[in-house]
């Protein structure tokens, strides 16, 4: 399994594990693959804590973190660069409308108030003056790898991993993304299909990665509706070098997914998610129920743009969390979920994914007499 991605990061098994959960993420690294720690829900105190953690914990194994820096955003234009200044500038752009009409829909379930205390963080790393604080900090670590969930990273944040010696991802989801990334110098482009869980695009990944790959000539992952050996080895096929996965880690036992989380989960078909703007503003496939049904209906106001809409959500759905409304509890997950249905560790899944990866190139072999 030696491709340009295992020589380039010095990795045994091209496998990428996306996860905001450090277990997780060292788990995977320990096993051979690459863990990648999603640094979005944490300050850059608590993103200390947790890369200090993985350092301890990792064996020496590479590992990388991803941040979420959005070419695009509401508020880009507004000069501001302190994050506490920005966070007033743009909870004044939210609607009363839209507010009042989350907070009916929490009231027609019964979902509780929070207290003050334990509210919901209304801004994230969603935007470039809080996603910088991130990369500092991730900077400071030996992450081997760096990556951009949503299109291409500053120009200067890539020339300051590669100062640091630290190699630069950017997903894609169409081949023009691609190109742009490669612009700014990423060294791994991760062409993500329609299929993935979070943040994703139109195309599906069958068709998606050999478009890339003819586009670039940089190392491409294939992303999107991965959870095993078979659909890794369709992937390198195409022309991908290695896999992008981050659905299939949230049932692993090292996981901190909450366990109603979970359950739904390991009983969903891949036929019960959804591409919907309602948690953040840019489509991201969630698992569907009535949260986004709610937001498609005749009388919603319709979605704001990031990072406002999950400005306007973020303490709802940490009620939801807090409550019994089940029904109401969103959260982003890909179509291969439909295949996860027992809990296995995450050394096993890896594992897993490379035995039925040899399996499946030993047969295709076969096929052609070799």
Request: charged share 20%; aromatic share 6%; net charge negative.
């Amino acid at each position: 399994m030696r491709t340009r991605v295992t020589d380039m990061l010095g990795i045994e098994f091209p496998i990428f594990a996306f996860s905001h959960c450090r277990d997780v993420v060292a788990a995977v690294s320990r096993a051979g693959g690459m863990g990648v720690l999603g640094a979005l829900y944490f300050t850059p105190e608590e993103l200390e804590m947790e890369l200090k953690w993985i350092d301890d914990h990792v064996d020496g194994r590479p590992y990388g973190v991803d941040v979420v820096m959005p070419a695009s955003y509401a508020g880009a234009d507004l000069g501001v660069d302190s994050p506490e200044d920005l966070v007033g500038r743009l909870q004044g752009m939210i609607p009363d409308g839209h507010r009042a009409f989350v907070d009916d829909l929490l009231a027609s379930h019964g979902v509780a108030e929070l207290s003050g205390s334990d509210a919901g963080r209304v801004l994230l790393g969603w935007t470039d003056a809080t996603a910088r604080p991130q990369v500092e900090v991730a900077l400071r670590h030996p992450i081997a790898l760096l990556a951009n969930a949503l299109g291409p990273p500053p120009a200067d944040v890539v020339d300051l991993a590669h100062a640091k010696g630290v190699k630069v991802a950017a997903l894609a989801s169409t081949p023009r993304h691609a190109v742009k990334q490669v612009e700014v110098g990423v060294d791994i482009v991760v062409a993500q299909g329609t299929e993935a869980g979070g943040h994703t695009g139109e195309i599906s990944t069958m068709v998606l990665i050999p478009q890339v790959v003819d586009a670039v000539d940089v190392p491409v992952l294939a992303a999107g509706g991965i959870g095993g050996g078979r659909q890794m080895a369709a992937g390198m096929a195409l022309g991908a070098e290695g896999a992008w996965t981050g659905s299939i880690w949230l049932t692993v036992e090292e996981a901190d997914t909450p366990e109603m989380a979970r359950r739904r989960i390991l009983e969903a078909t891949s036929r019960d998610t959804v591409r919907s703007r309602s948690w953040t503003g840019k489509p991201a496939r969630l698992l569907k129920n009535e949260w986004t049904d709610a937001w498609e209906a005749a009388d919603s106001p319709g979605t704001l743009p990031m990072p406002l809409q999950f400005m306007l959500v973020s303490d709802a759905l940490r009620r939801i969390g807090r409550s019994d409304a089940a029904e109401l509890a969103t959260f982003p997950a890909g179509q291969i979920i439909g295949a996860m249905n027992q809990v296995r560790s995450a050394r096993e899944v890896v594992f897993g994914m490379v035995e039925e990866y040899i399996e499946a190139v030993e047969r295709l072999g076969r096929l052609t007499g070799e």
